[in-house]
Nanobody, 116 residues
Framework: QVQLVESGGGLVQPGGSLRLACTTS????????MSWYRQVPGKERELVAI????????NYLDSVKGRFTASRDNAKNTAYLQMDSLKPEDTAVYYC?????????WGQGTQVTVSS
């Protein structure tokens, strides 16, 4: 079955970096667009970035442009979100997702907390 497992979250000081990973199985990873979302309690989940099958990525949040880079490794069936120059407002649960076999699948999320 389709599985997405995020990892790499944690507590980091403002200005620091984290690299999130989304390890997948159960589908042909290289054929699917992958996306990263984030959610703060009480707010809607928001799209952070999309990683195309070609490997190119699109950042959808103006607030992360120039700081976050989304990528993928098709050999490892894994998507990444490199987050640099982190700010307290980046604190959220980060999710990876894909749409395959007619439905959308989500990982369990990984908590990112930016605080001094």
């Amino acid at each position: 079955q389709v599985q997405l497992v995020e990892s790499g979250g944690g507590l980091v000081q403002p200005g620091g970096s984290l690299r999130l990973a989304c390890t997948t199985s159960g589908f042909t990873f290289r054929l699917e667009v992958m996306s990263w979302y984030r959610q703060v309690p009480g707010k809607e989940r928001e799209l952070v970035a999309i990683i195309l099958t070609s490997g190119g990525s699109i950042n959808y949040l103006d607030s992360v442009k120039g700081r976050f880079t989304a990528s993928r490794d098709n050999a490892k069936n894994t998507a990444y979100l490199q987050m640099d120059s982190l700010k307290p407002e980046d604190t959220a649960v980060y999710y990876c997702t894909c749409n395959t076999s007619g439905r959308r699948y989500w990982g369990q999320g990984t908590q990112v907390t930016v605080s001094s």
